[in-house]
Every structure is written in C-alpha cells, then in structure tokens.
C-alpha cells in the first residue's frame, strides 16, 4: 500500500532563512509526487509535480523538490523564506491505480 | 483558464438539517473530486467521479451523504441529516484526466458548521 509520511507537522524559519520540509514515501512502483500549499481558507494550490522525468523539480515561488529514490525521500525546499510563504504544505504521492495520498500536512511559520 | 469554482463559501446549519454544496470545476476536465477537510488534517476523499459515472466512493458515509454529477460537468454534494462531525471544509478538485501524473486543482472550498 502506498503512504506518505510528512516528517515534520510545524517548521519555523526566520525570514530570509532557507526552508526545508520533509516528506517520505512509500510505494511498490515509480510513483508521482506533488507538493501542495494551503493558504488560510483557501483550497490547495499546486507548487510542483514529479512524474518521471528529471529528479530536481522547480515550482512556483522559489519552491524546488528532489526525487530521490534511494532514500524515498520528497523533500521541498525554498534558499530564502517569504513572509507570504507562512502556510499548510501538503505532500501527495500517486500511484499506478490512479489514486491519491496526502500526508498530514506541515505548518509553515515565518519569523519577521 | 478560470479554476474551480465552488459555492457557498460558508454554511452554518443545526444537526439534523440538510445542506448541498455545489461545484463547477475546469472545463474539459474528466475527472471530479469532493473531499473532506477536518481541521487540522489533510483532505479525505469523499468521492472521485469519471465524466458522471463514479470511480471511488468507498469513503462516502452513504447513509448521510450523496453527490452526483449528471451531465459529467457540475457537480453537487448533498448531507442529510448532518452531524456534529461533519464540521469541515468540503473541497472540490478536478483534473483532465485523472491519471497518476496529472495534478488536481482544488477549488476553495465550503466551510460549514454545524450547531
């Protein structure tokens, strides 16, 4: 069965600050991997994908994820924190049967 | 391209009533969503439709809940009577296609509470 373990459910940063959050993964094939960004009372927004082709991912604002397989590992990361960038992030993996698993999300918080 | 789009926003009911929430989401896309968000957690899956026909509905508590999608377009989700633990965010996504390499797009979502 697949699953997707979010290491982490509260990082702070300082602004400025590189982000790092962490997401592992478990699945019996060559999975695709997304990174999502909750805003408050927003819906999920996506910031990058996996599916397969080049392992260092780049997404919307800075954020860039790299698939490593050997270590299962999908962690996302941004050089410099925002302000704007203090959020929910969420990791989902997908699998052949076309079905989706979220982890438990990581809180995101940004010290001015 | 606009995005998903869902209404209302908010809902505040009593238990026992009925409430339906309603979503229009990208054009051309195949593949619908509802999900349920408790606070504090990340979305379930409530229900996954193909065009109208339903792919996964095995987390749907169907002795309350019900969604239909008819003409493969707009979709409803319907709860009656609703409980006390149906407080959540309900959010509705859609893709192109529904395949593993495509990415959802998620609409805002419905909060409702319930009294």
């Known amino acids: 069965a697949q699953s997707v373990t979010q290491l982490d459910s509260h990082v702070s940063v300082s602004e400025g600050t590189p982000v790092l959050l962490r997401c592992n993964y478990s699945?019996?094939?060559?999975?695709?991997l997304f990174w999502y960004v909750q805003h408050p009372n927003k819906g999920l927004q996506l910031l990058l994908k996996y599916t397969s082709a080049a392992t260092l991912v780049k997404g919307i604002n800075g954020f860039e994820a790299e698939f490593k397989k050997s270590e299962t590992s999908f962690h996302l990361t941004k050089p410099s924190a925002h302000m704007s960038d203090a959020a929910e992030y969420f990791c989902?993996?997908?699998?052949?049967?076309?079905?989706?698993?979220f982890g438990t999300g990581t809180s995101l918080t940004v010290i001015p | 391209e606009a995005g998903v789009a869902q209404s209302p926003r908010y809902k505040i009911i009593e238990k026992r009533q009925s409430v339906a929430f309603w979503c229009n989401p990208i054009?051309?896309?195949?593949?619908l969503y509802w999900y349920q968000q408790i606070l504090g957690q990340g979305p379930k899956l409530l229900i996954q439709?193909?065009?109208?026909?339903?792919?996964?509905d095995s987390q749907l508590p169907k002795d309350r809940f019900s969604a239909e999608r008819l003409k493969g377009v707009d979709s409803t989700l319907k709860i009656q009577p609703a409980k006390l633990e149906d407080s959540a965010v309900y959010l509705c996504?859609?893709?192109?296609?529904?395949?593993?390499?495509?990415?959802?797009?998620f609409g805002d979502g419905t909060r409702l509470s319930i009294l």
């Open positions: 996504a859609s893709s192109e296609t529904g395949y593993s390499n495509q990415p959802q797009h």
């Open positions: 054009s051309g896309h195949a593949t």
């Open positions: 699945s019996s094939y060559s999975p695709s």
């Open positions: 989902v993996v997908s699998d052949r049967g076309n079905q989706f698993y």
């Open positions: 439709f193909q065009n109208n026909g339903v792919v996964d």
